[in-house]
């Protein structure tokens, strides 16, 4: 029985010695990989195919990105011949009214602050003598805060883009005062250039946000847009010295600027709305919705116009640049025949233009001088946007009497300039 049990377990011993030299004769390893000359010779020829197909489609894309550069270097547009007309020689040939030379607005939808910024600083030195640089951006930073609290409160029923009327920067100067330029220029990167496309599209991408989603919360919404205009345009300042004293932007455009927004008034002339009253001036960038346009006939809206800039004034003015007659490298705009003749541009016409959308409010310039050359009236207009950068005087313009009369439409004023059309109000 003692044998039986030792040859058992000895052959149990046995057996687990066999089994582990088993398992240890079949342990996993990595092996070079054998290849399949078939898959091998399909996968070249695949390459190939693919290869010759891009090299097809690069040839037919390089002809179509040459045939489109050809296309925008020949493109033409239908404008004007200026060979016959007379105009003045150069902005020296008018007689002109203090103002800054002229700024760019560059990638920037902004001219309404350029032209009205342009227009305070002239103010500032026709009633205190004083040359006062100011910056643009500052009243572009809080016209942002003020749309987008409206779009808030509106539940995103407002307009909303970066334009604006000319008369904006009085509002937002009553409400948060101004700076000079050298305080805050408006921009964050080192290139020191205004470029507002990636602004915009983080600004409206957070919109469509808040609304898609319903979040109208004010004081986060505002703190959020307040991070990305800080991003992009700088923090504008609490306070800052100037002239040896430290001074909020409130009190620098109250006690240094001393414009007084209740002296300026805007004036529109439209049969859409009755004459000599106030009333809404029904476009896109009247944002908020103004009804404080003084509404007259054309011939007294241009002679208001006329007699501020002659007697030294200058006028911001807001409307049309998208005409035959207004190009750039002849730094003129004048309304040709083949549009309509001189003798039928009247209320009537003007009207018209406006309300088939012919006549737009694209653009926001500054008035400054007058002369008069080949029996016209002439202005100098001083022009941020690139179309003035195009011709010989950069940054000018030189606008006809018949241009003005048809394709602009709103006009800011000191009210000085409009002391018999606001008898007229006051008697009503």
Same mark, same amino acid.
């Given at each position: 029985m003692g044998r039986l049990i030792y040859y058992l377990l000895l052959g149990v011993t046995i057996g687990v010695m066999a089994i582990s030299a088993a398992a240890q004769s079949e342990r996993v390893k990595y092996v070079p990989r054998v290849p399949y000359p078939v898959f091998e010779k399909l996968d070249k020829m695949a390459d190939s195919i693919k290869a010759i197909g891009d090299s097809a489609t690069a040839a037919i894309r390089d002809r179509q990105k040459k045939a489109k550069e050809a296309e925008k270097n020949n493109r033409k547009e239908l404008r004007f011949d200026f060979s016959e007309v007379v105009k003045p020689a150069s902005p020296e040939a008018f007689k002109s009214a203090f103002y800054f030379p002229p700024v760019a607005q560059e990638n920037s939808s902004t001219c309404w602050s350029f032209s009205s910024t342009s227009f305070i600083e002239s103010e500032i030195f026709r009633l205190t003598g004083r040359k006062m640089k100011l910056s643009e951006m500052f009243t572009v930073y809080h016209e942002y805060i003020l749309k987008v609290t409206r779009f808030i409160r509106?539940?995103?029923?407002?307009?909303?883009?970066?334009?604006?009327?000319?008369n904006a920067i009085l509002r937002v100067m009553a409400e948060y005062g101004a700076v000079p330029e050298e305080v805050?220029?408006?921009?964050?990167?080192?290139?020191?250039?205004h470029n507002h496309g990636s602004l915009e599209n983080e600004i409206d991408a957070y919109l469509d946000m808040i609304k898609t989603h319903n979040y109208w919360d004010e004081e986060q919404d505002l703190a959020t847009l307040k991070l990305i205009l800080d991003k992009y345009l700088g923090k504008p300042p609490e306070s800052f010295a100037f002239e040896g004293?430290?001074?909020?932007?409130?009190? *620098?455009?109250?006690?240094?600027?001393? #414009? %007084?927004? $209740?002296?300026?008034?805007?004036? =529109?002339?439209?049969l859409s709305k009755p004459f000599y009253t106030k009333a809404l001036f029904d476009v896109y960038d009247n944002w908020w919705r103004d009804s404080s346009y003084y509404n007259v006939p054309l011939d007294e809206w241009y002679g208001i116009f006329k007699n501020a800039i002659k007697q030294g004034m200058t006028v911001e003015i807001g409307g049309d640049n998208s005409e035959p007659g207004y190009f750039g490298p002849e730094n003129a705009a004048v309304i040709p025949? *083949?549009?309509?003749?001189?003798?039928? #541009? %009247?209320? $009537?016409?003007?009207?018209?233009? =406006?309300?088939?959308?012919?006549?737009?409010?694209?653009?926001?310039?500054?008035?400054?001088?007058?002369?008069?050359?080949?029996?016209?009236?002439?202005?100098?207009?001083?022009?941020?946007?690139?179309?003035?950068?195009?011709?010989?005087y950069n940054g000018f313009l030189f606008f006809r009497d018949d241009y003005v009369?048809?394709?602009?439409?709103?006009?800011?004023?000191?009210?000085?300039?409009?002391?018999?059309?606001?008898k007229k109000f006051k008697a009503k």
């Open positions: 509106e539940r995103g029923d407002s307009k909303f883009g970066p334009g604006s009327e000319g805050y220029p408006g921009w964050t990167l080192p290139d020191k250039h004293k430290t001074m909020t932007p409130k009190e *620098f455009s109250r006690d240094v600027v001393k #414009i %007084n927004p $209740d002296d300026y008034i805007i004036i =529109m002339s439209t025949d *083949f549009d309509i003749p001189q003798n039928y #541009i %009247n209320q $009537d016409s003007r009207e018209f233009r =406006m309300n088939n959308g012919t006549t737009g409010d694209d653009h926001g310039l500054h008035v400054v001088g007058f002369a008069q050359a080949g029996g016209h009236d002439w202005y100098l207009i001083k022009d941020s946007g690139s179309g003035s950068r195009k011709g010989k009369r048809l394709k602009m439409m709103a006009v800011l004023v000191h009210k000085d300039a409009a002391r018999e059309m606001l």
